[in-house]
């Protein structure tokens, strides 16, 4: 027999910022964050995982390219849903039958991969849930998400979402919680230029190792992140933009300051970032509201957040200084997951 699921997943993009981990082996963060997940159609993974008694090992192809299935996080992953599969099916022979076959992934991404446009979590986040379809596993599964990349298990739910650190050694507290569905503050929009769709030079999980074994400025920012945290909860709560835009850029900027306490340090901004940086904050001076917010990961790409209402205005004055830039634009979305089988 052969069996096929197909799923779609979008990406999120944090307005509070994961970076660092306590145990890097099970992907266990040192701070809690909070992000938006965005909707499908301009970013999103696709990932079809087929069984088959006619495979005689896991394979998987990311791109069109085939890739080692020995990537400690891939087997991280398939390794939890299979040992989750296996419990619930221990007593349908039929269906355990399922647990012997070797596995095929492929998976798509129609953005750029690793370019700090959050590839990584709209790619384990979408193989995650196609795998929990394809052997049945039910509940919560933003926790293995999480061991496949971090952000990842934010992008298991739609609108609002937290990703509540924990405290436990074994992770079992860690994963993903919506705050707000999507639903309840539809008139936000995310724009996101992209400036670069170069691969950056230094990745996530190598930049937060150096960032927590060399920076004291860290060390500081984990101590304010949950005071954040509740005001941001807060602000997304009331649908007080001026507050969610201001924490969201003050996050942005001080994650980028950790990164150049870092040593050595690392830059993911660029000249163009700063310029656009400058520019939301001339929006604001001169309209004298707070209208648009700018964030960005580890990359040079800007994410701005802004109310459907200033999307003319942001977008008029943004195309006139960054002719050249790719716009994307999005409002908060659920993680609409389609099913071929
Ligand atoms: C700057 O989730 O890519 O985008 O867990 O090592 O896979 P790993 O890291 P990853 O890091 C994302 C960092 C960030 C901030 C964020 O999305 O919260």
């Not at 979008?10 to 965005?38: C, H, M, Q």
């Not at 069984?51 to 090992?57: C, G, L, P």
């Not at 079992?172 to 919506?178: E, L, N």
């Not at 993911?268 to 004298?288: A, F, K």
């Amino acid at each position: 027999g052969f069996l096929c699921v197909t799923c779609t997943a979008p990406v999120n993009i944090a307005v509070i910022k994961y970076w660092g981990k306590r145990n890097e082996k099970l992907i266990l963060p040192t701070n809690s964050s909070l992000s938006v997940t965005l909707g499908q159609d301009e970013l999103r993974a696709k990932t079809s995982v087929a069984v088959s008694s006619d495979f005689n090992e896991d394979k998987m192809w990311l791109n069109g390219k085939e890739q080692s299935i020995e990537n400690p996080r891939i087997q991280n992953v398939l390794k939890e849903v299979r040992r989750r599969a296996r419990k619930r099916l221990s007593d349908s022979e039929n269906e355990a039958d399922l647990l012997l076959k070797h596995v095929h992934i492929v998976s798509e991404n129609n953005f750029p991969t690793a370019a700090g446009l959050a590839s990584s979590a709209a790619g384990y986040a979408c193989l995650v849930y196609s795998l929990a379809k394809l052997y049945g596993v039910q509940g919560e599964i933003s926790d293995i998400a999480r061991q496949g990349s971090g952000s990842a298990c934010r992008s298991i739910y739609g609108g609002y979402v937290a990703w509540q650190k924990g405290k436990a050694d074994d992770g079992t507290d860690s994963y993903a919680v919506q705050i707000a569905p999507e639903t309840h503050w539809p008139e936000m929009r995310a724009l996101i230029l992209v400036v670069s769709d170069q691969k950056k030079d230094v990745g996530s999980t190598e930049g937060m190792q150096t960032t927590i074994s060399t920076s004291e400025l860290m060390q500081q920012r984990v101590q304010g992140i949950d005071k954040k945290m509740k005001l941001m909860t807060q602000a997304i709560k009331e649908k007080d933009f001026p507050t969610f835009a201001k924490l969201t850029m003050q996050d942005s900027n001080q994650f980028h300051a950790v990164c150049l306490d870092t040593y050595p340090p690392v830059f993911y901004m660029t000249d163009v970032s700063r310029q656009i940086i400058q520019l939301v904050h001339s929006i604001n001076d001169s309209t004298g509201h707070i209208k648009v917010a700018y964030t960005f990961d580890a990359g040079p790409n800007a994410c701005l957040y802004l109310l459907e209402k200033d999307v003319p205005l942001v977008v008029s004055v943004v195309q006139h200084y960054f002719p050249l830039s790719t716009m994307h634009i999005t409002g908060p979305a659920v993680s609409e997951y389609t099913l071929t089988s």
